[in-house]
């Protein structure tokens, strides 16, 4: 593992254990070049992923960018953030499981806004503005009519 600090190609592994929900080990390494301690995470990959974007272009899957749109649309909400990382492990679960190694990029949002929508509301719609491209305030109006419709 190379020193995020320094670059030194030789880092030392000093403590590992798994992450509280048993989906990654969580290490803690230092580097002999500069000194420096850092922390690490690996997890099971069971394929490798690539997203089809809407575009048609490829890229490879990263499941970070799951992470980064949830805790947006998640911010300043009442959901910690083990929640979301064991929402986020279900879901590249789902997509590893699934048999395919292309994924469209709308599935994998359909994905992320059911699981929202089964945590907190306001952070469905906050994702589905930017997901399906909200332009007006009547785009939200029209969105949460139909949410009504749908929960009663």
Same mark, same amino acid.
């Given at each position: 593992?190379?020193?995020?600090?320094?670059?030194? %190609? %030789?880092?030392?592994?000093? %403590? =590992?254990?798994?992450?509280?929900?048993?989906?990654?080990?969580?290490?803690?390494?230092?580097?002999?070049?500069? /000194?420096?301690?850092?922390?690490?995470?690996?997890?099971?990959? &069971?394929?490798?992923?690539?997203?089809?974007?809407?575009?048609?272009?490829?890229?490879?899957?990263?499941?970070?960018?799951?992470?980064? =749109?949830?805790?947006?649309? &998640?911010?300043?909400?009442?959901? %910690?953030?083990?929640? !979301?990382?064991?929402?986020?492990? @279900? &879901?590249?679960?789902?997509? *590893? @499981?699934? /048999?395919? @190694? *292309? !994924?469209?990029? =709308?599935?994998?949002?359909?994905?992320?806004? *059911?699981?929202? &929508?089964? !945590?907190?509301?306001?952070?469905?719609?906050?994702?589905? @503005?930017?997901?399906?491209?909200?332009?007006?305030?009547?785009?939200?109006?029209?969105?949460?009519?139909?949410?009504?419709? *749908?929960? =009663?």
């Amino acid at each position: 593992m190379r020193c995020p600090f320094c670059g030194h %190609d %030789d880092t030392q592994v000093k %403590d =590992s254990r798994p992450t509280e929900d048993n989906s990654a080990i969580r290490r803690r390494r230092s580097c002999p070049g500069c /000194g420096a301690r850092f922390t690490t995470f690996e997890r099971v990959q &069971l394929r490798e992923l690539v997203v089809i974007k809407s575009t048609g272009q490829r890229e490879p899957f990263d499941r970070d960018k799951i992470m980064r =749109s949830m805790r947006v649309a &998640l911010r300043k909400r009442p959901v %910690d953030s083990e929640q !979301i990382d064991r929402i986020v492990n @279900s &879901l590249v679960r789902q997509l *590893e @499981s699934s /048999g395919e @190694s *292309e !994924i469209p990029t =709308s599935q994998i949002g359909e994905m992320v806004m *059911e699981a929202l &929508l089964n !945590i907190d509301q306001v952070a469905y719609v906050r994702y589905a @503005s930017v997901y399906k491209d909200f332009r007006e305030a009547s785009d939200f109006n029209q969105f949460v009519g139909g949410l009504k419709t *749908e929960m =009663s």
